[in-house]
């Protein structure tokens, strides 16, 4: 018996990733400094331009919420072994849904039509899951291939609705009407200014929250409930699986449909608590960099949301970065994320080999 | 020349000679101080039991692995044989027991893998179609060479392997278990072209399990038990009954402390039973038997004759297509509701089935029991009573270490089926299914468990023991069954049981044959 | 190259700037395509670059890469103190009228959208009057009276552009054939050139021989695929002409960075006014394009039709129907 040797708790999900993003930011240094930028004063303004007043924390938690969502779509279905990469269209149809329902029910009170809208956006983003859950489940068609399929499926239904149905009429921009304000997610720094707190002016609204409750009730589901323990017997070996009496597809199309809600959740983030309108495209590719996001934080909720403000700050420090570097446009904010996606994900294994041969010999008990 | 060769009356130097090959996997001694000598132009059988080590002598002499010690020799040189690649330059094909074919291309393409010669692949094909074509006149083997290796028979597959071993130059061809994937009337054919091979000159190396195709159409035999090679005969001057008691050996069974069975009431009954494989073959054909409580029913057998399939159908996770399971009185439905009504199951690939490698002791100790209700709440896994639980079962079936945090795939396979039997004794079956108990398992834990097999009888409780060790199934049943093809060929009481039969129908040696 | 050099001339324009506070300080905030998207957010990026060369006065500058960025983006160009904001694209409209109230002393521009506010100026095309007069010119030149339009998105503004070249086609000639496709429904169609000319094919091989590209960088193959197959296109936003010469019938021009220039040079002198401006045939914000790579095809005959038909439509006597006012509700 070969006996891998694993790391304890706190080196595989702090030191480890901490090592990584420390590689990345040092590749990154030596990009900026050959764009003639000085990395130090690059790092200092993407640190304070993230966090270092209270509207750059309220945009980086916004840009987190977001990775929140999709990134627990992505994780929690990885843990059934399927590879979801279809947020980007769960989150484009979850803000149909939100639409639909602030229309419909906008003129209702807040306490009635915010609920109505949430069940809105995890019901049609849960459709878009379930139908590659379904066709994996009783088809054997692969999700990687489905999801990315129904990606285009729902660009093309949302731009259908937002070119000749839901368009605010009379106008060159698809996007509906702005949403009557009973429906709009209260947003922060509104809630806490009649408390004494003053939070810069941020779209950070209620879904942060209702992020933060989505990431402790997946780890619920999947550590402490009897449904999430057979859906990781599935994940994990589908002939246990089978040993144990535990049918595979009916967890595929459950893990499936839930992990299309969450990501169509993220709608209530972007439509409800920033936008009040549906505007066409506003997933923005948070689906995609939900997958970066799950990869990171190894498909943990507690890892999910850390990577999620990880890639929130390099969100909003990079925008600022932008702002006050100019020879550090757009395209190389891109290039930094994709260094710590690089480091931090696809090359997590580069540093493991070495920090469990440290760890050989005193290997507590992990709890 | 070897002592053997001389001892068979051949006086030419061997086209193949092994000597004293020794080879280890960790603390398995897979060959021992082999010896073997292939006499020029013959068919020689090489048999065994699974695990004897033919396969691996095999794979030696095809450069698959390096042999601890020992030498190879071919037509009485030394040579060192690295790779199969080696191994094909002295003259050697293999043909194995899977087929390495690329299915999609046609059986020309398949020849020419490796072999392309020339620069451009038109003048090497035209070139290697004539040689080819010749060859199929030579050996009398059929195949058209521009249909697709997808779209042919197996038996024909089996041809192209061969017809690519020849074109790349083999004079001594291996064949592995070759007819463990042919119909009868395949493997008749099989044997009209190897008679053809050695009547050119070629030499044939035919393992098998199968004692009637040894006696059908080899020269010479040679049995393997146990890493070592016990005998060489002459075919014409030995027969299947003697060849049976060498495969099987006298060695002492590891006998188990047990009283007479008290058999009652019948717990599982199954009538007509026929199973099919995934590839929709049927592996189990019209079974018949009860298992009662109190007794310990074996099922002896070599191993790919339908006891897996079998076992799986049983437990409710293949569905049977014909026939009836009742567990006490009752149809079988699926797995989970199986359980609920009392069948445990010790799987037989514990590492596949029985176990999550990547989940912790604690995890894998309820496996299959995650629905009872003593495990919830609301839903809710009662963790600490199923550490607590583990805990209790690690300390009485004494798995090492005591840890219910380590994952599975960090025991040892001793351990692992202490796991697995703890997991489905404790949870107080009426019905133990129980697949290979004692596979990969030391010594120390083989009579652990055989112990607590007996103890769970001697409660009351219905047993089905399927095993390919005999010796398992001849110390712990209290009847057994021998199961070939996928038919039960005969059952005899314990006490009446003796290896020379058993062997003979595990063999597919009927008693009117033998 | 181009792009780190005109960014580091910015950068350090930017900085002198800073320092200077009490200069006029113009801002400009690109859509989601980016400034080099050689179409629209370009055009506006040249009549900017136009400005900063004239008057030495530099400007800030932000590309937003997501809807959150575009509220951003805007309050932080007003709160740095910037005397005008030009936001380039329609999908700043809402965003704008937010922000615009908050800060009711800087002057907003939007183009390509109408957002009513004291201290925003609107500024919007007639692409249905350009496109017109673009459809007659491809009427004119069929020879099979079957006549092609590819779009980028399936939006409004794009179907704005299909409508008026519709109206221009029926105009000359009320039989012609129309082949309408548009891109896809993501942003990637805006560059998209294989699908473009891939598009293009399609139509030449049913007939069509001019095809009107209104897709940003997509349109570019179907360029391409004109003179491939020795048909005509007619280029869009900026001057295509001599991109396939002798291919490209003509460019409907969009002079958005003529509107970006005014912006920015109004501001400065005091003219600036809030307001809807539509800008057509008659205030030169469309046109059609004629240069030496298209002489030749476009004669004098056709030109003289074309003059005709600009000469009724600003003076009202010939009506071209723009998409939005059609759309219900």
Not at chain 1, 68 to 74: K, M, N
Not at chain 1, 99 to 123: E, K, R, S, Y
Not at chain 2, 293 to 300: H, N, P, R
Not at chain 3, 110 to 124: G, L, R
């Amino acid at each position: 018996m070969a006996a891998r040797r694993r790391l304890p708790f706190w080196a595989d999900y702090l030191l480890l990733p901490f090592l990584n993003l420390s590689l990345a930011f040092l590749v990154s240094g030596l990009v900026v400094l050959l764009l003639g930028e000085n990395p130090i004063a690059a790092v200092k303004l993407l640190l304070y331009g993230a966090f270092g007043f209270g509207e750059a924390v309220g945009y980086t938690l916004f840009y987190a919420t977001n990775f929140i969502f999709t990134g627990l779509a992505v994780a929690l279905a990885f843990h059934a072994g399927l590879f979801n990469i279809g947020g980007e269209g769960q989150a484009a149809l979850g803000g149909l849904g939100v639409a639909l329902a602030a229309l419909w029910f906008g003129h209702l009170h807040p306490l009635l039509a915010i609920p109505l809208a949430v069940v809105g956006a995890a019901l049609l983003g849960g459709i878009w899951g379930f139908i590659p859950g379904w066709l994996q489940a009783r088809r054997g068609s692969h999700t990687v291939i489905t999801t990315i399929m129904l990606n285009f499926v729902a660009a093309s239904i949302m731009t259908y609705l937002l070119v000749n149905v839901i368009i605010k009429p009379g106008q060159s921009a698809p996007e509906t009407v702005t949403f009557a304000e009973n429906v709009w997610l209260p947003q922060l720094h509104g809630l806490l200014q009649p408390l004494g707190i003053a939070i810069g002016r941020s779209p950070l609204n209620l879904a942060f929250p209702i992020a933060l409750l989505c990431a402790l009730l997946v780890w619920i589901y999947v550590w402490k409930l009897r449904l999430g323990y057979e859906l990781r017997v599935v994940g994990r070996s589908e002939p246990a699986a089978l040993y144990a009496g535990i049918s595979p597809a009916t967890h595929i199309v459950l893990v499936m449909t839930i992990a299309g809600a969450l990501a169509g959740m993220m709608a209530l983030n972007e439509v409800l608590g920033a936008q009040h309108r549906l505007v066409l495209g506003f997933t923005g590719g948070y689906g995609f960099v939900g997958i970066a996001v799950a990869l990171m934080g190894r498909n943990h909720p507690l890892g999910v949301v850390l990577a999620a403000l990880l890639f929130g700050a390099l969100y909003q420090g990079g925008a600022e970065l932008a702002f006050d570097m100019p020879r550090i446009n757009r395209d190389m904010i891109v290039v930094i994320q994709g260094l710590v996606i690089l480091f931090a994900g696809a090359l997590e294994h580069m540093f493991r080999p070495t920090l469990e041969a440290l760890f050989v010999r005193t290997r507590p008990v992990p709890v | 020349m070897g002592a053997e060769a001389a001892a068979a009356g051949v006086d030419e130097t061997p086209a193949v000679e092994l000597r004293g090959i020794c080879k280890s996997f960790g603390p398995v001694q897979a060959n021992r101080e082999v010896d073997l000598a292939v006499a020029a132009g013959t068919i020689h059988g090489i048999v065994g039991e699974n695990g004897a080590g033919k396969s691996t002598l095999m794979n030696i002499l095809y450069g698959f692995y390096q042999p601890d010690a020992g030498r190879i020799l071919v037509d009485g040189r030394p040579r060192r044989i690295r790779s199969p690649l080696d191994a094909i330059r002295a003259g050697i094909g293999m043909v194995h027991q899977h087929f390495m074919l690329v299915e999609p291309f046609t059986v020309l393409e398949n020849l020419l893998l490796g072999a392309e010669g020339g620069f451009t692949l038109e003048a090497g094909i035209a070139r290697a179609r004539r040689e080819i074509e010749a060859i199929e006149r030579d050996y009398g083997l059929e195949v058209d060479l521009d249909a697709v290796v997808r779209d042919l028979p197996v038996g024909v597959q089996q041809r192209v392997e061969i017809l690519k071993a020849l074109f790349r130059g083999a004079h001594i061809l291996v064949l592995d278990e070759p007819t463990g994937v042919l119909t009868p009337q395949e493997a008749d054919h099989l044997f009209r072209i190897l008679e053809n091979l050695r009547e050119q000159g070629r030499t044939v190396v035919l393992i098998t399990h199968k004692l009637r195709e040894i006696m059908a159409v080899t020269d010479h035999v040679s049995v393997m038990r146990g890493g070592r090679m016990v005998a060489h005969r002459r075919t014409s001057e030995t027969s299947t009954e003697e060849l049976a008691e060498l495969m099987v050996g006298r060695k002492v069974l590891l006998r188990v402390e047990k009283g007479p069975a008290r058999p009652g009431e019948p717990v599982l009954e199954v009538a007509g039973l026929e199973v099919r494989d995934d590839f929709d073959v049927p592996r189990v054909r019209d079974v018949s038997f009860t298992v009662r409580a109190g007794e310990i029913l074996g099922i002896a057998g070599v191993a790919g004759n339908g006891q897996s399939e079998l076992l799986e159908a049983l437990a409710g996770i293949r569905r049977p297509s014909r026939g009836r399971i009742l567990l006490r009185g009752r149809p079988v439905e699926d797995a989970a509701r199986a359980r609920a009504r009392r069948l445990g199951h010790v799987p037989e690939d514990r590492l596949r089935m029985g176990l999550v490698r990547s989940f912790t002791a604690w995890e894998n100790a309820i496996l299959g029991y995650q629905r009872l209700a003593g495990y919830l709440r609301g839903g809710f896994l009662r963790r600490r009573r199923m550490i607590a639980g583990c805990v209790d079962w690690m300390e009485r079936y004494d798995v090492r270490p005591r840890d219910p945090f380590l994952h599975a795939a960090d025991f040892s396979g001793g351990n692992q089926q202490k796991l697995v039997l703890a997991r489905e004794l404790e949870h107080d079956p009426d019905l133990l299914l129980v697949g290979q108990p004692t596979r990969g398992v030391d010594i120390g834990a083989i009579e652990f468990i055989h112990r607590r097999l007996v103890a769970m009888r001697d409660a009351g409780k219905a047993i089905l023991l399927v095993s390919v060790e005999l010796e398992e199934v001849m110390s712990l049943a209290d009847r057994i069954l021998v199961m070939f093809d996928g038919r039960i060929m005969g059952e005899m009481a314990a006490e009446e049981a003796e290896e020379r039969r058993l062997g003979l129908l595990m063999a597919g040696v009927t008693a009117e044959a033998g | 190259m181009p792009r780190i050099t005109a960014a580091l001339f910015a950068g350090a324009i930017l900085f002198a700037g800073g320092l200077q506070a009490q200069e006029f300080k113009p801002a400009i905030i690109f859509d989601m395509g980016g400034k080099f998207d050689k179409s629209f957010n370009e055009a506006a990026y040249n009549g900017a670059e136009k400005f900063r060369k004239e008057t030495g006065i530099a400007y800030l500058e932000f590309e937003v890469t997501n809807e959150a960025q575009r509220d951003q983006a805007l309050r932080r160009m007003a709160r740095k103190g910037a005397d005008v904001v030009v936001a380039v694209g329609f999908a700043f409209a809402t965003p704008l009228e937010a922000v615009a109230a908050e800060y009711p002393d800087t002057k907003f521009v939007i183009i390509d959208s109408v957002v009513e506010k004291p201290n925003i100026q609107s500024v919007v095309f007639k692409e249905h009057e350009g496109s017109f007069l673009v459809g007659m010119a491809a009427a004119l030149a069929s020879g099979t009276g079957k006549l092609g339009f590819i779009g980028g998105m399936d939006i409004p503004l794009i179907r704005n552009f299909a409508y008026g070249y519709e109206q221009g086609i029926e105009y000359v000639n009320p039989d012609a054939e129309l082949f309408v496709n548009m891109t896809g429904n993501t942003p990637a169609a805006w560059n998209d050139p294989a699908k473009g000319a891939e598009l293009a094919i399609s139509q030449f091989d049913r007939g069509a021989d001019v095809v009107y590209a209104a897709a940003g960088g997509t349109g570019l193959g179907v360029l391409q695929a004109a003179a491939d197959r020795d048909k005509l296109a007619i280029g869009v936003d900026s001057n295509q002409n001599c991109i396939q010469p002798g291919h490209v019938l003509t460019s409907m021009l969009k002079r958005v960075d003529v509107a970006v220039y005014k912006a920015f040079t109004s501001a400065r002198d005091g003219t600036w006014q809030a307001g809807t401006r539509a800008l057509g045939l008659a205030e030169q914000g469309v046109d059609y394009a004629v240069d030496e790579c298209n002489e030749d095809l476009l004669t004098a005959e056709m030109r003289a039709r074309l003059e005709e038909a600009r000469e009724r439509i600003i003076a009202g006597e010939l009506v071209v129907e723009d998409y939005y006012s059609t759309m219900k509700q």
